[in-house]
């Protein structure tokens, strides 16, 4: 199926939405240099934070939520709905951002690629935003491309995604490919001396261009071989003839980038097919915490994936972050890496409108390069020129209760959207 015909038509599955309700203070690190405290909201003039046609008033500022509420990407997205709304939630409990309390407006991309270009449009030309927060797969992020770079918008993006991308109107507080795919993939060579691979994804854009990447990263750098190579649409739930052809190859790892609702068929039925972590190593980029809730850990146990944040990371940050994200949604609640890195998106904005002094997007982008946020829930994050974070490549472990056990953890790594060789 061509990228063009798939981003076309409509993702159709059961409605699933978020609860969301009040929550909890949390302090947070802002700028490069600075630590102001939780309570201390900034003393700016409102005629500073003054912005051109941004829907404001002189005590409250409009931004947008852009996620799949409804449809099969929901299992993912809810999360970052979720995180975001604490961060904003947290910010506005502190005094909010230049004196401005922060409103939202949310709006759903139903897992439909289109409906995400529309909804963007109406969030920048009819809303006014002053940012939107939002998004999950590459396609959805290349739907709105566009839209935010004709209008001036500004998108913080929290998906881990494949790189090759670079725009002024962006900030991606995901991974891009070198600090994932390709330190995961040495990670698995070194440890597990894997030759063979057997690659799976979604059919989209990320799952293809990632697995493009990690085919060059095989067979150029760590001289092995890519034994398989299969692509199912999202929302596909049959996946006996692939698993098949895994029994069949007996690769000694199995690179897995299946996306969404398709997790849950997916890793039950390779446990049906006893295919476990027993007889098959298999690393993935895209079961988060999120996916494993519907998956069941007893479904992937053994199994690994490579992400810069998990639910059990040990610092003082996380212990936090956890706690008032179960305060808030319930003590059953899961955080996965782009559950994370979505709530970063709102503090990493907050830091640049007020080292920025101004709500104005040209001067938020110009502000924002060199802000670090020391109290992250991974622990470290700084903005890259790029508009990209550094950050640490981390490899979990599933367990059966659900969470994964931090086996690896690498440096920083500097962000590097465009790699040599790669391309």
């Known amino acids: 199926m061509t990228l063009q015909r798939f981003a076309s038509r409509m993702v159709k599955d059961v409605a699933w939405l978020a609860a969301l309700s009040a929550g909890a203070a949390m302090a947070c690190q802002n700028a490069k240099g600075s630590t102001p405290t939780p309570g201390a909201a900034s003393a700016a003039p409102a005629a500073a934070a003054a912005g051109k046609g941004l829907a404001m008033t002189d005590t409250e500022v409009t931004v947008g939520q852009l996620h799949s509420a409804t449809g099969t990407m929901a299992i993912s997205e809810t999360g970052s709905i979720q995180a975001e709304r604490l961060a904003i939630d947290q910010i506005n409990a502190a005094g909010g951002v230049l004196n401005h309390k922060i409103k939202i407006i949310q709006e759903d991309g139903a897992s439909d690629w289109p409906t995400f270009a529309e909804k963007a449009k109406k969030l920048l030309v009819q809303d006014r935003t002053v940012s939107v927060f939002g998004c999950w797969t590459s396609a959805s992020r290349k739907a709105v491309l566009p839209v935010f770079e004709k209008e001036n918008g500004l998108l913080y993006y929290p998906t881990f995604y494949e790189g090759l991308e670079q725009s002024k109107n962006v900030f991606y507080t995901g991974q891009e490919a070198t600090q994932q795919i390709l330190a995961g993939l040495d990670w698995l060579q070194k440890t597990k001396q894997a030759k063979s691979f057997f690659l799976i994804g979604s059919d989209y854009i990320w799952p293809r261009t990632s697995n493009k990447i990690a085919r060059k990263h095989i067979e150029n750098v760590l001289k092995g071989t890519v034994v398989g190579e299969e692509y199912y649409p999202l929302g596909h739930t049959q996946f006996g003839s692939l698993i098949n052809k895994i029994k069949a190859q007996k690769p000694d790892a199995v690179y897995a980038i299946v996306v969404g609702g398709s997790n849950v068929s997916f890793y039950k039925q390779l446990k049906a097919a006893g295919v476990t ?8 980029i895209s079961v988060t915490e999120d996916e494993l809730l519907g998956i069941g850990g007893e479904n992937m146990v053994g199994f690994y994936a490579a992400m810069k944040y998990f639910q059990s990371l040990d610092n003082e940050n996380n212990k936090k972050f956890v706690a008032a994200f179960k305060e808030k949604y319930g003590p059953k609640s899961v955080i996965g890496d782009v559950t994370q890195a979505g709530y970063l998106g ?12 101004s709500f104005e997007i040209d001067k938020v982008v110009a502000a924002s ?16 020129p790029n508009h990209h974070l550094w950050s640490k490549l981390r490899v979990g472990q599933v367990q059966l209760d659900g969470q994964y056990k931090v086996v690896y953890e690498s440096e920083l790594i500097e962000p590097n959207p465009f790699p040599k060789g790669y391309q």
Do not use: D, M, S
């Not at 972590?277 to 993935?284: D, H, I, S, V």
């Not at 709102?346 to 409108?353: I, Q, S």
């Not at 802000?371 to 829930?377: F, K, M, Q, R, S």
């Open 277 to 284: 972590a027993e007889n098959q190593t298999l690393l993935t």
């Open 346 to 357: 709102p503090w990493l904005w907050k830091a640049g409108v007020e080292k920025a002094g």
């Open 369 to 384: 390069p060199g802000i670090e946020l020391a109290t992250a829930p991974e622990g470290y994050v700084k903005i890259h």
